[in-house]
């Protein structure tokens, strides 16, 4: 047995405050009835007492001891009921004294006499057990007209103690025959009690990254156990999305690695056995390569980002950045790349929004947002940016009047490696991670991101920043 066990101690507690529940218990029952025993004798005692009393004072004057004695043997018959009577009159005449009892539970003439508090004046009876004659006596003093009379009856108490010295045998014998039961009893019932946290616990021992989709068994007692194994199922179930998304996540990576590197391969392969190219041929096929490189560096670098993000780096260099100034130098920046595709890019809302956060993941934001606005709208187009800052937060929208997305892919275009039309976003060089890193960037700043998109009209990102993460710069003219 196991004495650390919570099943011992609790079994063990429970013995010891039984055992004293017990022990209380029997005690009060033998104290109990002692007393109501005793008291019962008291009562009967005093009755007889005032029999004998009657006889003194009722006796006449001329009244002899004897006559005296037989009258209250005639009345009492102390023998015959187990009963000491002893009369004597003041100073020292026995006028009468019972002889033994039936019973031969004392001896008459052995009994010593009580000492009364007065013993010139009539005062309180008292009364007294003698257990060496198992008595218990009353003592009276009775003033009459024939004298002061010192009246002292007595009763043997043998029956009495005999029912105590039963009562005793019986709680000695029962109250170990109790206490190992309760032992017995309370450890059972803990153990019974712990069953179910032991299943949880075996059922826990086979869980492995292999068979997260097992549970452990809800145990129905409305109480903290079916709290903690539903909430344990809860985080198992977390657990298993978390693990299922990184291995997606790893199976898209690989698979989106692959393509590229399959491209160069085959490519560099032609050219090994390719000897008689020219010049300008060979400047185009290793331009292709070049390309598909490209776009494995921009992959690379998007998991890369990806997985900075999700170990929690941004959190590290926070400062207070105007969304307003970093978005008008990021469209400066990308101007180039809009005006080569003939697409009008709209400053002409963007309003002073100063947030806290890291500089360089917020304008990964723009950029992304940016460019998807360009390359997903046609020439002619125009892609609008607006910055603003109320009492609710900052806003930093980019909309555009491009091809829009369908309502059906709306919900999964923050999804890692999701892409509307996959060929045509690959020939452009889109990996799908986009808009992913844009999510990532939004939750670590405690953001929300929301499309508006419909086909052909065009589509509008809005991130919503908390206005915990405003700082004290309010809405302001214009920066642009
Ligand atoms: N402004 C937009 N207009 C129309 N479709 C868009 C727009 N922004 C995103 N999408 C659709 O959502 C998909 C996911 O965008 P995301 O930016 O994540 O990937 P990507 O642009 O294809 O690749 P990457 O950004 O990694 O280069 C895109 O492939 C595109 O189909
Ligand atoms: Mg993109």
Redesign the pocket.
């Known amino acids: 047995m196991n004495h650390r066990s919570l099943a011992f101690r609790l079994g063990a507690w429970y013995t010891l405050l039984l055992s004293a529940t017990f022990v209380l218990v029997g005690t009060g029952t033998f104290y109990g009835l002692q007393h109501f025993l005793r008291s019962n004798l008291r009562d009967s005692l005093s009755r007889r007492s005032i029999q004998v009393e009657q006889i003194l004072m009722q006796a006449p004057l001329d009244a002899t001891n004897g006559s005296i004695a037989r009258e209250i043997d005639t009345r009492l018959a102390p023998e015959f009921n187990n009963r000491f009577i002893r009369v004597t009159r003041e100073p020292a005449t026995l006028i009468y004294r019972s002889g033994r009892p039936a019973n031969r539970s004392f001896d008459p003439s052995a009994v010593r006499a009580i000492a009364v508090m007065n013993a010139t004046a009539a005062s309180a009876p008292v009364t007294e057990v003698l257990g060496d004659q198992h008595l218990m006596i009353r003592t009276t003093l009775i003033d009459t007209i024939t004298g002061k009379y010192l009246l002292e009856l007595g009763t043997s108490i043998e029956s009495l103690q005999a029912t105590l010295d039963r009562l005793l045998d019986l709680l000695a014998l029962l109250l170990p025959v109790l206490i190992v039961c309760a032992a017995g009893g309370g450890y059972w019932l803990v153990s019974w009690a712990l069953r179910p946290v032991d299943r949880l616990s075996q059922t826990a021992e086979q869980m492995s990254l292999q068979n997260l989709a097992l549970r452990l068994p809800v145990v129905p007692s409305g109480d903290a156990l079916e709290r903690l194994s539903i909430s344990l199922n809860t985080m198992l179930g977390r657990l298993r999305d978390s693990v299922q998304t990184s291995r997606r996540f790893l199976a898209d990576a690989s698979h989106e690695l692959r393509t590229p590197l399959t491209v160069i391969k085959g490519e560099l392969q032609e050219l090994i056995h390719e000897s008689s190219l020219t010049k300008s041929e060979l400047r185009e096929r290793v331009g292709s390569v070049l390309e598909e490189v490209g776009r494995l560096e921009?992959?690379v670098s998007?998991l890369l980002v990806l997985s900075r993000l999700d170990a929690g780096e941004t959190q590290r260099d926070w400062a207070d950045v105007d969304l307003a100034e970093l978005a008008l130098s990021t469209a400066e920046q990308m101007r180039l790349m809009a005006e080569d595709r003939g697409i009008a890019i709209d400053l002409s809302a963007l309003r002073k929004t100063v947030i806290r956060g890291d500089q360089a993941r917020l304008k990964q934001i723009i950029v992304?947002?940016l460019?998807?606005?360009i390359?997903?709208?046609p020439p002619g187009g125009t892609v609008a940016l607006r910055t603003a800052a109320d009492d609710t937060g900052g806003v930093l929208e980019i909309s555009?009047t491009?091809?829009?997305?369908p309502s059906s892919?709306i919900p999964h275009?923050?999804d890692r490696f999701?892409?509307?039309?996959e060929g045509r976003?690959r020939e452009?060089?889109?990996?799908?991670?986009?808009?992913?890193?844009?999510k990532s960037i939004c939750s670590a700043h405690g953001a929300e991101i929301e499309v508006q998109?419909s086909p052909d009209c065009?589509?509008c990102?809005r991130v919503g920043f908390p206005r915990r993460s405003i700082a004290p710069a309010a809405v302001e003219a214009p920066a642009a």
Do not use: K, M, Q, Y
Not at 418 to 421: C, G, K, L, W
Not at 428 to 438: E, P, S
């Open positions: 921009h992959l998007g992304n947002l460019d998807n606005a390359r997903f709208t555009d491009g091809i829009g997305i892919s275009v923050f999701f892409r509307v039309d976003s452009d060089g889109g990996a799908g991670l986009g808009l992913a890193i844009v998109s065009g589509s990102f």
